[in-house]
């Protein structure tokens, strides 16, 4: 489903420091105080701090983030409280965001709002781009976890993919917005409840109430704040709870161990191993190589970019709100050299675009102008240095990072935050699990003579294309199907030009990573990293002179080498560049593509468990209903497919899969995660 355009919202701020809503004509606020209002209503309403206690994972969804003062009043009590929960999960539903402009303008003019400065800076500073996706922001090294999901309400729960303890309904009031407190509203929440899920209001109104109690909760009145005589609070106790669809996994209990196997250490293993870290999940991670990076992850630079189309396809929306995530979380170890990269603008040429056309495609979908805009031949060229005569996209948050840094610095984090270790030369030949009713089952990963080389209750697949084989090779995986994901193989190669200076001045260095029949980035020592090939079910590992030569010509294309060089004949470019194809440096790998080149991530479905479920004649129309590779004491997922845009993909599908495994709110919108399930390989027929 495609999302409206994002309207930001227009407020005005009174002179006793109420901001106010011009589209709702409403106040934000209580004139008593935001942070009163929220202690009073939300926090007390819902029984917090004292129902996080001890907990380690405490879910508040939000309807209405306004201007976030619930947030961090809520983030304040989590940290004034010693008893809290090792993580708070907080999502907030939101159609007109405020500007980060307009955070400040609330947090400087609002007195009696007194929220602690600290984290209201906080929160304006990892503001995300106002685009209609689900942006995560971590607080607190991530044991705050804020999901803003901008969003109308009503396609905003539909989207959502978690059990929330704590209800926080704070729509303007009913009487000017009723979208905000409709009947499909509340069955949605009720939908949505963990078992002893609570809600709170300032609202009294009947209509508020009597939604409520219809979606399964008991209502009760209570003193309201300020000049409010009453509030309402609810406790969802429904009369009848449906089963637990098939493929979903409830939160794993308290004192179960938070413990996974992960094989493969390239960009989609050391994700996986970051992203579970984040949820408080320990992991061990396996490599056949050395070092993590070993094998396609370990190129020294490769783009990382959105991509647009219109209408807003699944894709688009996938790489979007992907590349979003990386940028956010790499913009710090970027910044303070931890890793190679740079994400302030990529380039992507549209030669045969016209400029108006680009621009009617981007108002049809309406992206903020620092996401993306329409570029022009000459700002092209300025932009890059590179004498362009193509227009193109530019996108804001795109550019270029070391995936063999990024691998590492994901690997160090899962360490320092839980424990993750790693474990090289480790060549795993089959898996094999524990059999049933043995206490704290695991699985373990065997070496060729049958050796375990690690065990764990979850084992996460993520060997690129190993991971079918393996599944093949393993009898106790026979039911999951492996023979169903089939991955294409595709061979490329890229060429590390040698800086300018180097080359007599023959190679331009663009300032912008850019695409176009081509790519290009420039490394930080000044090389250019150029390619790259493409070629399938292509095993040669060795470097070849063709596709250096086939690298070169691309490169030319983009204007690397002068405008006079594009006129050359790609045979003539080495002796005209100066450059011994023979002793050019580069890297190949294999790119493992899926049909729709989307990731897999997720648990895979358990066919025989399947064939007894058709005889019984379960309901089987939708992917959540298929049973799983997963089970109460633990279970096997993969990811993996991560294409030619592993770095766009790899933390977003890695946070994905972390969602299945811990039970937490899943990062994306369920439309999404169906996209990622490895279930539309293995059974097509499902979902839909
Ligand atoms: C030439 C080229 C250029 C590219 N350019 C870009 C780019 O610009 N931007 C971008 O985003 N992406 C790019 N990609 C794609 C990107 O590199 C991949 O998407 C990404 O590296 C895939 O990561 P992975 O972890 O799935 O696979 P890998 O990096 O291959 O990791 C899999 C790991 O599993 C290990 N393994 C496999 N089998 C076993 C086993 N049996 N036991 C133990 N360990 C095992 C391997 O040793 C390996 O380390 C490019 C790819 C190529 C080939
Ligand atoms: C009272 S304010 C919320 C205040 C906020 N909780 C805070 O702590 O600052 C109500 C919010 O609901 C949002 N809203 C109104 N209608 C909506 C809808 N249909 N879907 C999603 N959000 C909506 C408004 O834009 C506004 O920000």
Known sequence: MTRAPLRPARLSIAADGVPRSLDFDDVYHSAAGALAQARHVFLGGNGLPQRWTGRRDFVVLETGFGLGRNFLATWAAWRADPQRCERLHYVAIEKHPPTREDLARVQQHSATAGADPALAEALQAAWPLPTPDAHSLDFEDGRVQLQLVFADVDEALRGLALQADAFYLDGFTPARNAAMWSPEVFARLGRLAASGATAATWSAARAVRDGLSAAGFEVERRPGFADKRDMTVARHAPRFVPPAPAAWRTRPAAGTPREALVIGAGLAGTACAWALARQGWRATVLDAEASPAGRTSGNPGGLMHPIFNAPDSLHARWFR???????????????????????DGFLRLEGRLEADTARARLEAVGLPQEFLHWCPSEAAAAATGLPLTQGGWWFGPGGWLSPRDW??????????????????????????????????RCWHALDAAGASL?????????????????????????????????????????????AAAQAGGTVRAPRHALSGAGYALTLPDGRVLTGATSQHDDPDPALRPADHLENLRRAAALGLFGAAARALPAAALPAALGLDLERLEGRCGWRATTPDRLPLAGPLVDLAALQDARQARARLDALRQLPRSHDADGGLYLCTGLGSRGLSSAVLAAEVLASWITGTPCPVEAELRDALDPARLQHPAAGG
């Open 454 to 498: 690690g065990r764990a209750p979850v084992l996460v697949l993520a060997a690129a294309l190993d991971s079918p084989r393996l599944l093949a090779a393993s009898p106790d995986c026979a039911t999951f199907g492996g023979e169903r994901l089939v991955l294409g193989a595709v061979r490329g190669q890229t060429t590390l030009l040698p």
């Open 321 to 343: 709100a992907a590349a979003l995530r990386c940028a956010a979380l790499a913009a710090g170890p970027i910044a303070r050299g931890e890793v190679a990269g740079r994400l």
């Open 407 to 440: 691998c590492g610095w994901l690997l160090d984090q899962a360490a320092r935050r839980a424990g993750a270790q790693f474990h090289g030369r480790r060549r795993v030949a089959r898996l094999a699990r524990e059999p049933a009713g043995t206490p704290g």
